[in-house]
């Protein structure tokens, strides 16, 4: 059976380069980068520098020493959330943010609201946007960070987020966004974002899984993430994983050098996969923007009378890769949270699948999903006691009525 991977938003897979630029780390440059009182040390500390700057610039930082390498994507956006709300209580106790974040920021939130912190969860609107304006509103006097993703895991949402990053420098106040989903999908400059904060995860664009990176602007007051070491400046105490390090800059290398290619190649096999669904499949909604604010890889669709776990197994049957939402939250029954928040009643959102196109993704890979997929619902609808009140007129279409307001 032939595998079709289709969820590039849930992790990619590694580059053969990039594993190549981490084998050097894993045998010949083996030392601690803190123990620089002997050449062993010395050379992994001076690796560790240079992989540092390749990263600054390919993000755009104006210095190398705001680059923070994390374990994850999880690890950077909660340090960004906590990090800097606990250095700067005294400032005040309020936060801004919107009701699709990843879980990461969203759970890092909760936890501070246990601890004396006030939380705006910003409305979106169906097509997932939250605009700068909506942000200015929700600003008061204790207003001390903002965070709003780039773009949106789930449905492909790109943000606006150098006209929020304005609203947040005329009112002094930090901005931190999570490009964990943009990184590789749109180009990312933290200079001309004008973000106080930034993170990424390096298995997102074909690195290693367990090494991510948050970006601090200097002159960001941040508490440490891990205490007992100097590493990370003093800011996150753990020796180096110079191995994935390595990796995650080399990928995010290949990633910015190929960009537009990239970008059009993933576009075009997006385009070919919403097109020809709709093509073939009555009663489905596509969730997220339907302009250049999506992401060029994402494809979210809401297949009426049927539930996406059951289209996932039939899916995995015909050796196709996909997901029902967030990869973070996939252990859970309950329906998408970023569907919920764009107007997908409760019954709908469970008859969600995501694919996420890749590079490499070929049209032939595309038709055979588009040729299984009509026969999987179909399939479905058949054994759906929602599809037969549908068709005896006891119940109506969510999706019909949708389109047709629209």
């Known amino acids: 059976m032939k595998t079709v991977y289709l969820d590039n938003n849930a992790t990619t897979s590694i580059k053969p380069e990039v594993v190549d630029a981490m084998m050097p780390y894993l045998t010949d440059i083996w030392g601690n980068a803190s123990s620089v009182f002997y050449e062993v040390g010395q050379r992994a500390e001076g690796e560790l520098i240079k ?34 709300a606990f250095a700067n209580k ?34 979106v609107d169906d097509e997932g946007i939250v605009t700068a304006e909506d942000v200015e509103a929700a600003i008061t006097d204790e207003t001390i960070l903002i965070s709003v993703m780039t773009a949106n895991n789930e449905i492909g949402t790109i943000e606006p987020i150098a006209d929020i990053a304005k609203v947040a420098r005329k009112h002094k106040i930090a901005f931190h966004t999570d490009a964990v989903q943009a990184i590789g999908h749109i180009p990312i400059n933290v200079s001309e974002l ?26 960001t007051r941040i508490d440490n993430l891990i205490h007992g070491g ?40 997006r385009d070919r996969l919403i097109n020809g669904l ?24 809401s297949y009426e009378f049927v539930e996406g776990e059951a289209i996932l197994m039939r899916l995995n049957m015909k050796g196709i890769c996909a997901s029902s939402g ?58 759906s006691p929602m599809y037969e009140a549908f068709e005896d007129g006891r119940i109506e ?5 949708y389109m047709e307001e629209k």
Not at 201 to 206: E, I, L, Q, T, W
Not at 284 to 299: A, H, Q, S, T
């Open 51 to 84: 992989l540092r700057e390749s990263v600054a610039k390919n993000i755009g930082a104006k210095n190398a020493n705001e680059v923070y390498f994390t374990a994850s994507g999880c690890e950077a956006d909660n340090w960004a959330i906590k990090g800097y």
């Open 194 to 219: 004008d973000v106080d904060m930034l993170s990424i995860s390096g298995h997102k664009f074909h690195g290693p899984k367990g090494v991510g990176v948050l970006y601090i602007k200097n002159g």
């Open 326 to 383: 967030s990869a973070c939250a996939s252990g859970s029954l309950d329906p998408s949270h970023v569907l919920l928040a764009i107007g997908v009643p409760h019954e709908i959102a469970h008859g969600s699948i995501r694919f996420s196109v890749g590079e490499d993704t070929t049209e032939e890979e595309i038709d055979y999903v588009l040729e299984t997929m009509p026969k999987i619902i179909s399939g479905l609808r058949a054994m």
């Open 278 to 301: 709709r093509e073939r499949i009555d009663y489905i909604k596509l969730n997220g923007p339907e302009d250049d604010r999506r992401l060029c890889n994402n494809v979210n669709f």
């Open 230 to 269: 100097g590493q990370e400046r003093g800011k996150r105490a753990a020796t180096e994983n110079l191995a994935g390090i390595a990796g995650l800059a080399k990928a995010l290398d290949i990633a910015v050098s190929n960009i537009d290619k990239n970008m059009a190649n993933m576009k075009s096999m």
């Open 90 to 123: 005294r400032k005040g106790n309020h936060i801004i943010t919107t009701k699709i974040e990843h879980h990461a920021i969203l759970g890092a939130c909760e936890f501070l609201e246990k601890h004396g912190f006030s939380v705006t969860y910003l409305d």
């Open 397 to 401: 279409s969510f999706t019909k009525k």
